[in-house]
């Protein structure tokens, strides 16, 4: 096919961050917005989210996931923006120009901008070199969710979580309502992940929670049988099971850009992007979660807003290719600093702030040095998984091409 | 023992195991005229040793000279390349280099180049290591020097047996699977063979049990000449951009008992470090461990240090059916129409084809009606290699289903609906790639349990009423 087609925006995945995009773009007056969806319907994972509550803040009031989902697409679609689902990306070339493939087969797109919203998911069994065999039966929350609220499917019965993060309680509520029941939550980590106040939910629904778990392994031939780990008191347990929820440690969906010419972070897992939200070609806008691991949906809603007005002014009045600094944590307990370049220039609608995570509990000063001047400090007191924002650097103060360099003066 | 009825079809072949090696026995034997009847255990076809493995087409440089395994694997290795344009079969034309990371290893480059070239391998090449390094440039700077072997190559492990046993059943064979030989009688020509899934009857039975050729032999000869020790192989894959970061496969220097960790391209785009070497009893349980995993991956970034930014898409494990000899153990019962092909330890993917020959080679005075095939039927293989076209890069696909590896609907349902159909989910995974890639079933694993509904056993899900 040698057809081109052509569109003014095209955004790269329906979820959250993409249609709240597309709609917000429509709201600035930006005209011929199309959303790619490879999914059969946009959406995104709250499609398979079936608990509530999504959307209090964008939408006014508590939905569960797939309705919540259903609106963002209405109202997309009341704003003008063309959704295509079906269509799944499969590469990104230098200015805006994508290539598509559709059930009838491949075709490239041209567009002004181009916004990448694909999206974070869970890493797999296999990414955290788990022991033991591997049978049928280990999936992660997402798959879970799928089979149980998009396809009416119910994996197993009495299955293991792994993890404690958010997502890892709310495997709990997935169980509940495909009729399984949670044997145990075991985490890796010497605390669950989640700020404490989560805790006793776990307790409240009767799953026993193990922390500070080691030596992990999964047993079974063709279908999980049990999980053995050495719990705290350096005992053995072993839990009979017929399957393993594995949960949470998110990464970025961060696939067609490993092939392409864009620069990916490995802090992040995601693009480099700088105080514009632009990728290192600045055709490419980058929202919602595949910046980073990882936001809820409301905050990747408010992102994408933010997201939409840049872009808006910058088809409008375009920032090209400036000048920028590099940006980059030198600290160990620092996984990562957003943005990871900061443009030198004055352009109107800069973001304010930037956002951080540690790897490990932390607390001190963060400062961003450059040039041996402080650019911007400011005390933190974290943990894993908690979101940090501090000011955006102070561009007066950076040097001529001085790299920023974050770090925690403990 | 259920005593089979007089209007059963008496097979001229019967051939214990679907492994590589049975697969390829099955297609020889069809191809040469005999009715085969192909017995296999397992719900699926490559269940055993060779469900995991390197992928390496193999020259057979290395094998000992004069052995039975080197003349094998240099036959297999010349006619797959010979059938596999007519069969669709890929082949990633890698190459390989044998590298020296320090002085004694160095040292024994030459014996090897030697031995090579006593193996009729005649273009291997003692190479500096400044060649080397401009050839790789990923390769680590500690690089002593090495050797180059341009005809390893590497090909896709499961579409080479399926094309084989597909080929076969199209050709008239018979497969049978869940249908493990416990035992079997030879009586007046004919082995009568005690199956879980019903009496069989054979003029001839090849045992190609692979980990359990002891076993298997013990029930049929009442004893074997070998003990299968299994020899468990761990693998890190790393995410497809990996691949860029080495052209051809490289290897250690060999030691006595294993080819050492390699890293090499994957016919399916990634790039692959393994496998570990260790023994045990098991048969049947090859688990990864932790500690295996991480040391995989600190050897590979030893050799590239540009490895340690990539992530790692799976991790799995293989069992070699290693024995207490060095050389395969193919050997001949005439009195009762026997063969027991066991100890294909390391190199059976790429000299089934080879074994296959020399086991009807062996067949001297035994003629099948009719004779050879003179038209054999010629299916076409599973398109999975990320370096040739896939399907869903044809139109009228459907839909893509599994998005790390672009698995589409219509291949899906090819796969579930066509001959020797899976029938559980590591066989459809091996059909198709479906959950293998990056997010390794995040995404699809919802809308493949509803599209596999039906077919698969144990299913991915139960409805959930
Ligand atoms: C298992 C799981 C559970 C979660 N639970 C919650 C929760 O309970 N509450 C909450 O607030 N947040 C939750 N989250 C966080 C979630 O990431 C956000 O809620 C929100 O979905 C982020 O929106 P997004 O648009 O960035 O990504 P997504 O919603 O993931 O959307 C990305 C979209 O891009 C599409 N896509 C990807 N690649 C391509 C391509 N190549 N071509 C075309 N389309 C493509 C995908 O199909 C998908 O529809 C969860 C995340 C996961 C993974
Ligand atoms: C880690 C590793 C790396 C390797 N790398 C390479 C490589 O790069 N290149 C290469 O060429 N080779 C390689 N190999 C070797 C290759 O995989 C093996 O040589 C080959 O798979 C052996 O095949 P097989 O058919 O003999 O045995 P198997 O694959 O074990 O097949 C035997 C079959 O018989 C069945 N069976 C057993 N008992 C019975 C019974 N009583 N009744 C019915 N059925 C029965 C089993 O279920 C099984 O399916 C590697 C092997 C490993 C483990």
Redesign the interface.
């Known amino acids: 096919m040698s057809d081109v087609l052509n569109c003014n925006v095209a955004i790269v995945g329906g979820g959250t961050a993409g249609l709240a995009l597309a709609t917000a773009l429509r709201a600035q007056g930006v005209a011929d917005v199309v959303v790619l969806e490879?999914d059969?319907e946009a959406g995104g994972v709250p499609r398979?989210c079936g608990h509530y509550p999504f959307g209090i803040r964008e939408l006014g009031r508590a939905f569960k996931g797939p309705d919540y989902a259903r609106a963002l697409v209405r109202n997309a679609k009341a704003a003008g923006v063309e959704i295509r689902s079906?269509v799944?990306v499969?590469a990104l070339h230098p200015n805006a120009r994508l290539g598509l493939?559709t059930?009838?087969?491949?075709v490239e797109l041209q567009a002004n901008r181009v916004a990448l919203c694909t999206g974070v998911?869970?890493s797999?069994?296999?990414?955290r070199?788990?022991?033991?065999?591997?049978p049928?039966g280990v999936?992660?929350t997402?798959?879970l969710?799928?089979?149980?609220y998009?396809?009416?499917?119910?994996?197993f019965k009495r299955p293991v979580i792994l993890g404690s993060e958010l997502v890892s309680f709310s495997a709990i509520m997935t169980c509940r309502h495909?009729?399984m029941r949670a044997a145990a939550m075991i985490e890796e980590g010497p605390r669950v992940t989640v700020r404490n106040f989560m805790r006793p939910y776990a307790a409240l629904k009767g799953v026993p929670l193990f922390t500070g778990a080691r030596?992990?392994?999964i047993h079974g031939?063709?279908?999980v049988e049990a999980i053995s780990f050495t719990n705290r008191r350096g005992v053995t347990e072993m839990i009979e099971t017929d399957g393993v929820i594995i949960s949470g440690q998110f990464?970025p969906?961060a696939?067609l850009l490993?092939?392409s010419h864009l620069d990916v972070d490995?802090g992040t897992?995601g693009p480099v992007i700088d105080q514009y939200g632009r990728a290192t070609d600045p055709s490419y806008f980058v929202t919602g979660n595949l910046l980073r691991p990882v936001e809820t949906s409301g905050w990747c809603w408010r992102e994408a807003g933010e997201t939409a007005r840049r872009m808006a002014r910058d088809l409008s009045d375009p920032i090209g290719r400036v000048p920028f600094v590099c940006q980059r944590s030198v600290d160990p307990a620092l996984r990562f600093v957003l943005p990871q370049r900061i443009a030198l220039t004055d352009a109107a609608g800069a973001m304010t702030q930037m956002q951080m995570r540690v790897s490990e509990p932390v607390s001190g000063h963060l400062v961003a040095m450059a040039a041996g001047n402080t650019v911007m400090s400011q005390f933190i007191d974290s943990r894993p998984e908690r979101r940090i924002l501090t000011p955006m650097v102070s561009l007066s103060r950076l040097g001529q091409a001085q790299d920023v360099e974050v770090k925690i003066l403990r | 023992m259920s005593k089979s009825l007089d209007h059963d079809p008496i097979f001229d072949v019967a051939i214990i195991g679907a492994g590589v090696v049975g697969c390829a026995m099955a297609r020889r034997f069809t191809l040469d005229g005999a009715k085969v009847v192909v017995l296999e255990k397992a719900a699926e076809v490559l269940d055993g040793a060779s469900k995991a493995n390197s992928a390496i087409l193999h020259t057979g440089f290395d094998a000992p000279p004069g052995s039975v395994e080197q003349s094998c694997v240099a036959a297999g290795y010349a006619e797959y390349l010979d059938i596999r344009d007519g069969l669709g079969l890929p082949v990633l034309k890698t190459g390989a280099m044998v590298l020296a990371w320090n002085d004694e290893q160095l040292a024994s480059l030459p014996a090897l180049v030697e031995k090579a070239h006593q193996n009729g391998v005649l273009d291997v090449e003692l190479r500096s290591r400044e060649a080397l390094l401009e050839a790789e440039p990923a390769l680590s700077p500690n690089l002593k020097g090495g050797f180059v072997v341009p005809g390893e190559y590497v090909i896709d492990p499961w579409a080479t047996a399926h094309a084989y046993i597909l080929q076969a059943i199209a050709n008239g064979a018979v497969l049978r699977r869940n249908a493990e030989v416990l035992g079997g009688v030879f009586e007046d020509g004919i082995w009568d063979l005690e199956v879980t899934s019903g009496a069989v009857r054979a003029k001839q039975v090849i045992n190609c049990a692979g980990l359990y050729g002891d076993v298997t032999d013990a029930r049929l000869l009442g004893q074997a000449g070998f003990t299968i020790k299994p020899r468990k192989g761990q693998f890190v894959v790393f995410d497809k951009p990996a691949s860029e970061l080495a052209g051809a496969v490289l290897l250690p220097v060999p030691t006595k008992t294993t080819k050492g960790v390699v890293i090499f391209r994957t016919i399916f785009g990634n790039l692959a470090v393994g496998p570990t070497a260790e023994e045990q009893e098991s048969r049947t349980e090859a688990t990864t461990e932790t500690a295996s995993l991480h040391d995989l991956r600190a050897k590979g970034i030893e050799m590239l240090p540009a490895l340690a930014q990539f992530e790692v898409t799976t991790v799995y494990a293989g069992l070699r059916p290693a024995t207490e000899h060095q050389d395969y153990q193919i050997s001949q019962d005439v009195a009762r129409n026997y063969v027991s092909v066991s100890g294909i330890r390391s190199t059976g993917l790429s000299a089934a084809l080879g074994i296959a020959r020399h086991v009807a080679a062996m067949n001297v005075g035994v003629a099948f009606d009719g004779g050879p095939i003179k038209n054999p039927i010629i299916p076409s293989a599973d398109r999975l290699s990320n370096y040739h076209g896939r399907d869903w890069e044809d139109a009228g696909h459907g839909g893509i289903i599994c998005h790390c590896e672009l698995v589409t609907k219509r291949e899906i349902l090819a796969a579930l609906n066509g001959p020797m159909a899976p029938t559980t989910l590591q066989g459809l995974k091996r059909r198709t790639r479906v959950t293998m890639g990056r997010c390794q079933g995040f995404y699809c694993t919802g809308a493949l349990s509803s599209l596999t509904q039906g077919y698969l056993d144990p299913p991915i899900g139960e409805d959930d009423e």
């Open positions: 490879r059969v398979h079906g799944t499969t493939n059930a009838e087969g491949n998911r869970e797999s069994r296999a990414q070199f788990l022991s033991g065999t591997r049928q999936l992660t997402g798959a969710q799928a089979m149980v998009l396809n009416g499917k119910r994996p495909g009729g030596d992990l392994r031939h063709r279908e990464r969906e696939a490993h092939a490995a897992g």
